[in-house]
């Protein structure tokens, strides 16, 4: 056999996939974005400085002309990107079938631009510090064919209830400005330590964010804090056997972190289950009538579509909250103080 023959078929025995430029036309959910973050989201495993190398040295092009980062993309434009390759991820996100079905029931609104979730405590929203994956990771990986899942906010890991989730850019886009005009109303039932007072309605008291040695990062009343309002109302009061509860209704009207539960600790009446922000002799008795968890429920959004219809979305509270209720029976004193 002809050696030269032998080596030849070798050498062309072995396909290495090479990366190859890509042309992607621009739609009007990804239209307005700058087309470093656009890369970067595209990209994902390229490091942020490739990103910016590639567009410098004019190897991405927007209809066949050279951009800058801040250039906006506009719907109909044509990107070219260049042969890139992109690492894969070796730690692929795997969502046990309980945790799919959890969440597929959990869906209490759906549309071709929304999802809205009842979203279970002690799930957290999205993956990072030690958590492999949250909501928004396994709802990509049920929904695959919505390539755009984006949180539109976000809960505490052990706050539950409504949580939007957008299945395009442009709603992302539209309810992030729904936010910052306040036009998204946001509603939280709470049970508190004691008796809340009815005539305290608002909470305005400045908040600072602290991380601790340990990387916990915890919030308080500070007046170099960032400025902070939360609506109450009193909704029901418990009073089982000398220990008395109260379930409020507060109104976020700014969106500081750990807002409710500092503000409810800050009027004086915490709000049970807190593990961060109560006492352990509060949580340790109100265990004794099946309190496991945070008292904390989003449990109402009122929004506007973008097509001007109004939406308003109530989460039930899950089971097991109701049960504590039920357990401590009510007292329905009215509104006085």
Known sequence: MDRRLNDSRDSTSVQVDRPKVRLVSID???????VDNYLVRELKGVPKTRVYRIIRKG????????????YRL????????????VAEKTDKVIVGGGLTEKLESSIIYEDDQLIIINKPSGIAVHGGSGINFGVIEAMRKIRPDARSLELVHRLDRDTSG????????????????QFQEDKVSKIYNALVVGRWPSRKVLVNAPLLKNTLQSGERMVRVDLDGKKSRTRYQVLERYNH?????????????TGRTHQIRVHCLHAGCAILGDDKYGTDEDNKRYRNFGLRRLFL?????KLTLPDGAPLTVDAPLSPDLQ???ETLGTERDGPSA
């Not at 409504?162 to 400005?177: Q, T, V």
């Not at 429920?297 to 959004?301: E, W």
């Open 241 to 253: 056997h000398g220990e008395s509860a109260t379930l409020v209704e507060a109104s976020p009207i």
């Open 162 to 177: 409504c949580l939007m989730i957008a299945k395009r850019r442009s709603m992302l886009r539209y309810l992030h400005n």
């Open 323 to 325: 049960a504590v209720l």
């Open 297 to 301: 429920h989003a449990a109402r959004l």
């Open 59 to 70: 190897e991405v092009r927007v209809n066949k002309k050279r951009v800058t980062a801040a």
């Open 74 to 85: 506009q719907d109909g434009d044509v990107l070219r990107i260049p042969p890139i390759r």
């Open 28 to 34: 009007a959910d990804d239209a307005g974005q700058r």
